[in-house]
C-alpha cells in the first residue's frame, strides 16, 4: 500500500503503512520581516558613517577598521489564520504565504533575551480549533486573524541571546507554523536530549499528548488491577497510550475508532482486548453491554455527545471519566446536549474535565517512565506524518473527520 502524494505515515515498530508537555503560550513569530530589516539597515547607516570616519582617519595614518560581517538571511513560509471561524475548520481557512527574507540572527532591538528556530516538526492537535473561535474567555487565547498560526514543534536553535540556549540546540515548545519562530519568551522551551527516540516523539508519546494520557489516566480515574476500560478515540494521540498503559496497569481495556483498519490497530498492534467501529454500531449502549456485561469503572473520553450518552447508562458504580476532550462537538455551533447525567448521582460516578499543565509536577516522572516502557518495547506508537509545511492546513483538517492514523505531525524541515 502506498501513501498518497505528499504524505508519509511514519510508523515506528513497524505497521502496515510505511509511509512534549509544554502548555500553550503566546509567541512573538515573525509578522512583519521588514521590521528586522529595517534594524539591520539602520546598523548599516550606521556601519556605513564610521567606515567614512575610519577612511578619514586611516589618511592621517590610523588603521582602517574591518567591515561587519553580512548577516544572512532565508526566505520564511508561513501558515495564517484567514479569519474566525465558528464550523469544522477547512482548509482554505488557512493561508500559506510568503513571509519574506528574514536575518538568521535574533534582532539587536528585541525586548529580551530570545531565540531563533528553524522549525522542523510542527504538532496537529483538537484544541487548536478552539483557538480559531474569536473566544477570548478560554483558558487559551485565540489566534489572529492574518498573524500566524501557532502550535507546539520541535525545533533547532539558529541564534540565541539566551544563556540558556545555544546554536544547535533541538528543543520543543510553542512555535509559530512557519519556517523560522522568534521566540522571545525562550524559558517556555523545553531542551531535547537526542537519543533513540525520534525527534517527532516529543509531540507525541514523549510530548503534550502522552502527558496528557499518563496525567489523566494516573491521577484522575486511580485505577486498579482488573478494572474494566473503555477508551473513546482509541487509536489517536492520547487515546493510543491510554489503552497500553491501562493494559501496563493489568486492566481489561475496550477501545473504540471510526474504521476497521483503525480497530485492527487497537487490537494488533497497542493489545487492546477488543474494540469496535462505532459507525457500524446502530446502537452503542447495546454495543457497551455487549463489551463491558459487568459494566465500565474507567471511561476515558474523548469524543462527547452520543458516546457518552451510552458510556454514562454502562457505568458501574463509583466509576471514574476523565474528560480529556469532545472531539464530535467541535464543529457544532449548537453542540448535542446530554441526556443520561442523572446516572452519576445513584451511581456515585466521578467525572472531572482536565488539562495536562494540571499536572506539570509530573513531568519528569512522565519523561522517566513512558521512555523507559518504549525502549523495553512494552509500549509501541504510531504517528502519521505529512511532509511539506503546505500541507499543514489538510493535515490539521484531516483530523476532525478521522483521516489520521495515530499522532498527525508535519515535518516541516528534514535536516
Avoid at 463491558?292 to 457505568?315: K, Q, R, T, W
Avoid at 472531539?327 to 466521578?350: A, E, W, Y
Avoid at 522517566?368 to 509501541?380: F, L, S
Wanted: aromatic share 8%; with cysteine.
Amino acid at each position: 500500500m502506498h501513501p498518497p502524494p505528499n504524505r508519509l505515515t511514519a510508523v515506528r515498530s513497524s505497521y502496515i503503512r510505511p509511509a512534549t508537555p509544554s502548555h500553550p503560550h503566546q509567541i512573538d513569530t515573525y509578522q512583519n520581516p521588514g521590521e528586522f530589516q529595517s534594524t539591520y539597515q539602520s546598523c548599516s547607516t550606521d556601519q556605513a558613517g564610521e567606515a567614512n570616519q575610519t577612511h578619514s582617519r586611516s589618511d592621517c595614518g590610523m588603521e582602517q577598521a574591518e567591515p561587519a560581517a553580512e548577516v544572512p538571511t532565508a526566505r520564511n513560509r508561513k501558515v495564517v489564520l484567514r479569519e474566525y471561524i465558528t464550523r469544522a475548520p477547512r482548509e482554505d481557512d488557512m493561508l500559506l504565504v510568503d513571509g519574506g527574507a528574514v536575518p538568521l540572527r535574533v534582532p539587536e532591538g528585541a525586548a529580551g533575551p530570545a531565540v531563533l528556530l528553524k522549525n522542523l516538526y510542527l504538532s496537529c492537535d483538537p484544541y487548536m480549533r478552539g483557538r480559531m473561535r474569536d473566544n477570548h474567555n478560554s483558558c487559551i487565547p485565540p489566534f489572529k486573524p492574518g498573524s500566524v498560526i501557532q502550535g507546539l514543534g520541535v525545533g533547532r536553535v539558529v541564534d540565541s541571546t539566551h544563556p540558556g540556549f545555544s546554536a544547535g540546540d533541538i528543543v520543543s515548545g510553542m512555535t509559530g507554523w512557519e519556517e523560522y519562530s522568534l521566540i522571545e519568551k525562550p524559558e517556555q522551551l523545553n531542551k531535547i536530549q537526542q537519543s533513540d527516540i525520534p525527534l517527532s516523539y516529543h509531540l507525541g508519546l514523549l510530548g503534550m499528548p502522552g502527558f496528557t494520557a499518563y496525567a489523566g489516566f494516573y491521577e484522575l480515574c486511580s485505577p486498579k488491577k482488573g478494572e474494566f476500560v473503555f477508551v473513546s478515540a482509541a487509536s489517536g494521540a492520547v487515546g493510543q497510550i491510554v489503552g497500553q498503559l491501562a493494559k501496563l496497569h493489568g486492566c481489561y481495556v475496550v477501545g473504540s475508532a471510526g474504521t476497521n483498519q483503525k480497530v485492527e490497530l487497537l487490537k494488533d498492534k497497542f493489545g487492546f482486548d477488543a474494540a469496535f467501529n462505532y459507525k457500524e454500531e446502530p446502537d452503542l449502549t447495546a454495543a457497551l453491554k455487549r463489551y463491558f456485561p459487568e459494566g465500565i469503572d474507567i471511561y476515558f473520553e474523548n469524543v462527547g455527545g452520543s458516546m457518552l450518552d451510552a458510556v454514562l447508562v454502562n457505568m458501574r458504580m463509583h466509576g471514574r471519566i476523565a474528560v480529556c476532550g469532545m472531539v464530535s462537538q467541535h464543529g457544532m455551533t449548537d453542540p448535542v446536549g446530554i441526556h443520561n447525567l442523572f446516572c452519576l448521582v445513584p451511581k456515585r460516578i466521578k467525572m472531572q474535565g482536565f488539562i495536562q499543565s494540571d499536572f506539570l509536577n509530573l513531568f519528569p516522572q512522565f519523561l522517566d517512565d513512558v521512555a523507559k516502557h518504549y525502549r523495553d518495547g512494552k509500549i509501541v506508537y504510531v504517528e502519521d506524518m505529512s511532509v511539506g509545511l503546505e500541507n499543514a492546513p489538510s493535515a490539521f483538517v484531516g483530523l476532525f473527520s478521522g483521516k489520521n492514523v495515530g499522532k498527525q505531525v508535519v515535518c516541516v524541515s528534514q535536516e
